[in-house]
């Protein structure tokens, strides 16, 4: 059976003994079988709202600056964008190299730099060295840039759902029966069966904190970024400090 929206309806409708679908029929479907594409949205929907940082669910853009612009929207699927993975890409022929952006907060860059945006002069813009995340659901640059530089940044996104037959999930093919359990929670609300779809439910919440255990628990260790000359041959001491960004530069 194929992993497409076709395929994870069909595995509902074989587990109640339903006639299955076909490719022909499929978009004209009614009734339960139009209940049954709906329990599976429903299913890959309450999986990708259960964690804001699904691997399947991220995306590293690639946007154009526009000379002297200082604000760019984000992208219209964009649950979280990660804002320390600012950088501008390496361009030969514009000559500059690639280079990571600082991040600073909002309110600083209306204390120190707002002024930016109201000069509409060549001196103001120059390559890029901080990203700010503004309220109005965009990102910003400062200086605005005196060239079209490419700037690239990651995100998470949020996916849309299924529609057609051929469609494929984002979530890998080996959580499928993940999304089929929680498939048949919905379909058995459907039909009124409370202890079916509490069981269902139960197997489905289960499924999605294995998914989690498996693709978002990490350990993470320390590193050191100190600099020291130990001569002495003795031991040297080690610490790691996470030291915020400024524009007290500029």
Do not use: C
């Amino acid at each position: 059976m194929a992993y497409n929206f076709l395929g994870l309806v069909n595995e509902v409708n074989r587990r109640l003994n339903e006639v299955e679908l076909t490719s022909a029929n499929f978009d004209s479907a009614t009734g339960f079988y139009s209940h049954a594409k709906d329990a599976v949205n429903a299913s890959i929907r309450y999986i990708n709202q259960s964690e804001f940082e699904w691997p399947f669910n991220h995306v590293e853009q690639e946007d154009v600056l526009t000379t002297g612009t200082t604000r760019y929207p984000f992208p219209d699927d964009a649950k979280i964008i990660n804002f320390d993975s600012f950088r501008i890409k390496e361009d030969t022929t514009l000559g500059n190299s690639t280079k990571k952006l600082k991040n600073v907060a909002y309110e600083e860059y209306l204390h120190k730099s707002i002024s930016q945006e109201y000069k509409a002069t060549a001196d103001n813009n120059a390559l890029p060295n901080y990203v700010f995340n503004a309220p109005s659901l965009e990102y910003g640059m400062i200086p605005p840039p005196d060239q079209a530089y490419s700037v690239i940044y990651e995100y998470y996104r949020v996916p849309v759902d299924l529609e057609n037959a051929t469609d494929v999930p984002v979530i890998p093919e080996r959580f499928k029966h993940i999304i089929t359990d929680g498939s048949m929670h919905y379909a058995y609300l459907f039909r009124g069966d409370a202890q079916a779809y509490t069981i269902a439910m139960q197997k489905f919440e289960d499924g999605v904190k294995h998914m989690r255990s498996i693709l978002i628990n990490r350990f993470y260790y320390l590193r050191s970024s100190m600099v020291s000359n130990n001569q002495g041959g003795g031991r040297i001491a080690t610490s790691s400090s996470n030291v915020g960004s400024s524009l007290d530069a500029l």
